[in-house]
Structure formats: structure tokens, C-alpha cells
């Protein structure tokens, strides 16, 4: 099997890794167009690489199997769509990722599908306009802070 290693390291500083990729995405953009043939492609090619499946989004908030993987992933992809700001499990993921960055120094590579950078780091045009769908929808105001 490849393995996915920061220039540099050794494997023994990632024992405790189960994954080398985490994918985080809008399942209704991308799930059976780029996500989908980037998630084979990554497996055929070796890459232990974990994709949601939707048994695992049972209730309103990000499920601990979910919060495991992320954990012991070292890479995360977060591909940003149009609508995946309108995805209240996508944000809570992103959010998780994001402590994982900080906390764990795993790796973050975004990719822009279909949508500017400027307008995900903006929060206009089409992102902006699902970002805004989620505040109507009276999603917890400390959440959208995160």
C-alpha cells in the first residue's frame, strides 16, 4: 500500500493515524462527480482514504464516528462547492478539521469546485448566498462563528 508522508517525517509520527485522507464535501455537488472519482482514484492508487456515508449522519450534530476519523486522518480535503456552506455538517466537519489543524498540525488542502476562493473566503456570490440560507435557517450563531 502507498502512504501519504509530509516530506520529511517518518511514519512513527503518524502511528496513530487510520486514515491518510479525509474528504469533506457537499454531498448533493460533488459526491457522484469529483468527489466520487477522487475518492477512487485515491484508493486505487493506495491512498487509505475515508468518505462519508450517509448511515453515519443520524442526528443534528457531527456523529463521534465522523469526529474519529477526522482525528486519525493526516490529511484533510475539504473540496468547497457552491452549496456546501448550506450544509450544516459540512461546516461542523470544516470546523473539526479545523482543530485538528491547529491542535494536531494535520494537513488541510482546499479545493475549489465550481467556486471562486475569494468568494468562500468572502462569503459572496454562490457560497455567500448558501452561507446566508443557513443563518435564516436559525443555525446557532457560536456555530457559525467557528
Known amino acids: 500500500m502507498n502512504t501519504l508522508f509530509v516530506q520529511g517525517e517518518s511514519s512513527s509520527t503518524f502511528s496513530h ?22 475518492y477512487t482514484r485515491l484508493c486505487q492508487v493506495g ?6 456515508d450517509e448511515e453515519l449522519r443520524k442526528g443534528k450534530v457531527i456523529s463521534t464516528e465522523l469526529e474519529k476519523a477526522v482525528e486519525e486522518s493526516r490529511v484533510s480535503i475539504v473540496v468547497f462547492s457552491k452549496n456546501y456552506a448550506s450544509s450544516s455538517w459540512c461546516l461542523d466537519e470544516l470546523v473539526k478539521i479545523l482543530e485538528c489543524k491547529e491542535k494536531l498540525k494535520q494537513i488541510v488542502l482546499p479545493i475549489f469546485y465550481d467556486v471562486h476562493p475569494s468568494h468562500v473566503r468572502k462569503q459572496t456570490g454562490y457560497f455567500g448566498e448558501s452561507f ?3 443563518k435564516e435557517r436559525s443555525f446557532e450563531v457560536d456555530r457559525m462563528k467557528k
Open 132 to 134: 446566508a440560507m443557513l
Open 47 to 52: 491512498i487509505n482514504t475515508f468518505i462519508d
Open 17 to 38: 493515524f487510520s486514515y491518510d485522507v479525509f474528504l469533506n464535501f457537499r454531498g448533493e455537488d460533488t459526491r457522484k462527480t469529483f468527489t466520487g472519482h477522487l
